[in-house]
């Protein structure tokens, strides 16, 4: 007899706590949940969400003696329908406030809503660095996140943490640099916009928290990473999900259904004029020296054989290349005293981020899945959609649609968790559409 599986969706948070910020009290609010929302994203320094309850018992501010700074405990995990690791979930956060308080007829109750971030993203705010760094920048993310780590705040009591690993990939050029008195996460944003490589031609870094922690990574090397774990075919089928028509009206077993797209939209595709109008096809940055009274301009043409990070291909006209990219289409400027200070190549890594910046996001789409605790920003996901214009067509198999097929990296995930359900709502993103997918893959 097979293994029987649970349900995909089905319930799955089996821990919800709040602990009051002197741990001296914890409730168990699983009990009062309406919904939990759960965001991670590469675009935010630190997971958040908010959590919505209803008090058909008591009052749930007065009886917990809620202020708005307790902290929340949450642990999750899904079955491994495939073959592949599973993941148990924990995330430790902090409340940040008290919402939509009110009085619900239907439940006879009080509700509201409590918001959190990570734990160690609180924590930072009320920290700052001003300190002097002589490093490569990656090295210097490093030491900023590990001071961040060790100060938490002074009346906190010693509640135990989940405070991940830092990971990091480098970066070129050794940097003299000041943060002037900024907290860690801000001062993060800042690194962000200097860093260059040489091998890593787009020179886009992200800081971010996922499953796995905390993220100072170059785009190459997150695609580069998830793309060689792909290579094993296990990993690769836990990581593939399919839309397929004929098979939503079917009932299948719990391994496919965990694995079906149950929604797709589409939302951005090839928004042409505003790209190129922002620098997509030509970049120019100016150094303005104050001190040798000379402006050093440094120009660009966008070759899409430079960035061929998912295998994909790029909807460019030659004529829009031979039309609007002669002239620059937008121009960045760098103002300097006329020393670089070890500094890398800036100008070409304004450029070339930018040109990132505006491709990326070219081919974005959004699905609704059955929550998976493995799925998580920063790595991808293969699609395999099929086209649906040839569906109901004689013959057989129906041809993929190459624009949602193919390989996609995770921006965001939206989890989201009831007393009957665990869904994930992911936005993915990458550039143009993948030309090898000709045929459905079963």
């Known amino acids: 007899m097979s293994e029987q599986l649970p349900k995909p969706g089905n319930y799955t948070l089996q821990q919800l706590f709040l602990i009051s910020s002197d741990g001296k009290r914890a409730a168990d609010i699983t009990g009062v949940l309406v919904s939990v929302n759960f965001l991670e994203s590469m675009d935010i320094k630190g997971s958040r969400g908010s959590i919505n309850l209803v008090d058909t018992v008591g009052n749930l501010i007065e009886d917990l003696g809620i202020l708005g700074d307790e902290i929340v405990f949450m642990e999750w995990e899904t079955p491994a329908y495939k073959p592949g690791k599973k993941t148990v979930r924990q995330f430790t956060g902090r409340v940040t406030g008290i919402k939509n308080i009110g009085y619900s007829d239907n439940n006879q109750g009080t509700t509201l809503t409590l918001s959190f971030i990570d734990d160690l993203a609180y924590d930072q705010a009320f920290n700052n660095i001003n300190l002097a760094y002589k490093d490569t920048l990656s090295n210097i993310a490093e030491k900023i996140f590990m001071k961040a780590k060790t100060q938490p705040m002074k009346d906190k009591l010693a509640i135990?943490?989940?405070?991940?690993?830092?990971?990091?990939?480098?970066?070129?050029?050794?940097?003299?640099?000041?943060?002037?008195?900024?907290?860690?996460?801000?001062?993060?944003?800042?690194?962000?916009?200097?860093?260059?490589s040489a091998t890593n031609k787009s020179c886009k870094w992200y800081f971010y928290q996922n499953k796995d922690g905390y993220n100072f990574r170059s785009l190459e090397d997150i695609i580069k990473e998830s793309k060689d774990e792909m290579k094993d075919k296990k990993k690769k089928e836990a990581f593939t999900y399919k839309l397929d028509y004929a098979q939503m009206?079917?009932?299948?077993?719990n391994r496919e259904v965990a694995y079906n797209i149950q929604s797709i939209h589409q939302f951005n595709r090839v928004p042409g004029f505003s790209t190129y109008e922002k620098g997509g096809l030509k970049q120019a940055v100016n150094e303005v020296d104050y001190?040798?009274?000379?402006v050093e301009r440094t120009e660009k043409q966008f070759d899409i054989n430079d960035y061929t990070l998912f295998d994909t291909n790029l909807s460019v006209s030659e004529q829009l290349m031979d039309t609007y990219g002669k002239e620059s289409n937008s121009t960045e400027y760098i103002y300097s005293d006329g020393t670089r200070n070890n500094q890398s190549d800036l100008s070409q890594s304004i450029i070339n981020k930018k040109f990132m910046t505006q491709y990326l996001y070219s081919n974005m789409v959004q699905i609704n899945i059955a929550g998976n605790s493995d799925i998580t920003p920063g790595i991808l996901?293969?699609?395999?959609?099929?086209?649906?214009?040839?569906?109901?067509?004689?013959?057989?198999?129906v041809p993929l649609e190459p624009s949602l097929s193919g390989l996609f990296l995770i921006k965001d995930v939206n989890h989201t968790f009831t007393k009957?359900?665990?869904?994930?709502?992911?936005?993915?993103?990458?550039?143009?559409?993948?030309?090898?997918?000709?045929?459905w893959i079963r």
């Open 160 to 196: 135990p943490k989940l405070y991940a690993d830092f990971k990091k990939d480098d970066t070129d050029g050794i940097v003299d640099l000041i943060i002037p008195n900024e907290t860690p996460f801000d001062s993060m944003e800042y690194l962000l916009g200097q860093c260059f």
């Open 249 to 253: 009206k079917e009932t299948t077993d």
């Open 291 to 294: 001190i040798f009274k000379r």
């Open 381 to 397: 996901l293969n699609l395999l959609v099929q086209d649906p214009a040839k569906f109901g067509e004689p013959g057989s198999p």
């Open 420 to 439: 009957q359900a665990y869904v994930q709502n992911v936005t993915l993103t990458r550039m143009g559409e993948n030309a090898e997918w000709s045929n």
